[in-house]
């Protein structure tokens, strides 16, 4: 399966033909429900199939046009290894299909252009971070979104957590020959019965673990969220040279821990940051719209020609309408007509694609939460 990463979802924007097969359709991991969305795409592809009869196909050829898609309700693996929602996109020639670590509304659309404002959720407005997780038993670092969680191999540290012996391990083996051979492990033990040199060594541990995270993440910076015991993150803050070190951070043992756990704790302390950046770019946004129209608007002709030459700064658009029209990128042409014809574009899409490829940041709302009532919303750059 092709990774879905900018440059794909510029190439499915760009596809103009008639017929173009879009599918949606929520999936699950296990279990029942696991074969209810293969039942659910059954009858997406009867809908599709419907829509290209109307749209001038034979009724072979549609189902010859369906079968690859068709093909996949016999898969049980493909059904048994799923993310929260699944696109397929169908050409006459190829079939691409992603899956997706949010949940989708099911539908099937028939157009002379891919349906991809869904698939906008993964480039827009989400910011990355990264949990690191402390216990003298193990660390592991992850980057992490809104949508999902992966760990990032880093040998050294695995290297220093395996070479580090705590000061209270070293007393007892020099100590007592007995305890050195009892296999006893590398528990915390009460941060105030801990001797001075005990907390060095850990603070000692802890810079050079630091170290190694400043250096794996020194190219993003990305806000880093701790999950440790209660005492051990204030000794990491204290050593820490990292800039953007959250002042959150999970409570408790992460030993044992999965990775969705450890996902859906970080993000009880992630979202409200990410809300109120939406807060505030709304603000922000209805403050020009009423004081200053030139950085502010909800046109759509002003929005899509700006974000042809990188004037758009943030965008908000619902995430249920159209708008149909001609736009020609290189005289800057526009026309809006809502018509759905060859040679013609969602301009709602196309001002999304063009503000991501210009360093824009992009908001999909609901259509409830739109910051005017307009489906489309901007903050200008000039």
């Keep these: 399966m092709e990774k879905l990463d900018l440059d794909v979802l510029v190439e499915l924007s760009q596809m103009d033909l008639n017929g173009l097969v879009s599918i949606y359709l929520p999936t699950f991991k296990q279990g029942q429900e696991a074969n209810q969305s293969r039942i659910r795409l059954k009858n997406l592809i009867r809908d599709a199939e419907g829509s290209l009869v109307e749209k001038g196909f034979s009724e072979k050829d549609a189902l010859a046009f369906l079968k690859p898609a068709t093909k996949l309700l016999d898969e049980t693996i493909f059904w048994q290894n799923q993310e929260h929602g699944l696109g397929i996109f169908i050409t006459p020639e190829e079939m691409r299909y992603y899956k997706l670590p949010f949940e989708v509304e099911e539908l099937a659309i028939v157009s002379n252009r891919f349906y991809i404002r869904p698939l906008l959720k993964l480039f827009t407005s989400i910011e990355d971070f990264n949990v690191l997780t402390l216990s003298q038993a193990e660390v592991k670092l992850f980057e992490a979104n809104p949508y999902g969680i992966e760990k990032i191999e880093v040998p050294e540290i695995d290297e220093l957590v395996e070479n580090y012996i705590p000061a209270n391990e070293l007393r007892q083996e020099a100590t007592s020959p007995k305890g050195a051979a009892s296999g006893g492990g590398p528990g915390m033990h009460g941060y105030n019965e801990m001797?001075?040199?005990?907390?060095?060594?850990?603070?000692?541990?802890?810079?050079?673990?630091?170290?190694?995270?400043?250096?794996?993440?020194?190219?993003?910076?990305?806000?880093?969220?701790?999950?440790?015991?209660?005492?051990?993150?204030?000794?990491?803050?204290?050593?820490?040279?990292?800039?953007n070190l959250m002042e959150e951070s999970i409570k408790g043992s992460p030993e044992g821990i999965g990775e969705k756990e450890i996902h859906q704790k970080a993000m009880d302390i992630f979202s409200p940051r990410v809300e109120k950046r939406l807060e505030r770019e709304v603000d922000k946004f209805m403050t020009l719209l009423n004081t200053d129209s030139k950085l502010g608007t909800d046109s759509i002709e002003r929005i899509v020609l700006s974000s042809n030459n990188g004037g758009v700064d943030t965008l908000f658009i619902a995430d249920d309408v159209q708008k149909w029209g001609f736009f020609n990128e290189e005289d800057n042409s526009l026309e809006v007509n809502n018509k759905e014809d060859l040679g013609h574009v969602d301009l709602m899409d196309k001002a999304a694609m063009l503000t991501l490829l210009n360093g824009g940041t992009v908001h999909v709302l609901k259509r409830d939460k739109m910051p005017s009532g307009k489906p489309i919303a901007a903050v200008l750059r000039f």
């Design 195 to 243: 001797s001075k040199t005990e907390k060095n060594e850990i603070s000692k541990h802890l810079r050079s673990i630091d170290k190694e995270v400043n250096r794996v993440l020194k190219d993003t910076k990305h806000p880093l969220i701790v999950y440790s015991v209660d005492y051990i993150y204030p000794m990491y803050r204290e050593v820490s040279s990292y800039s």
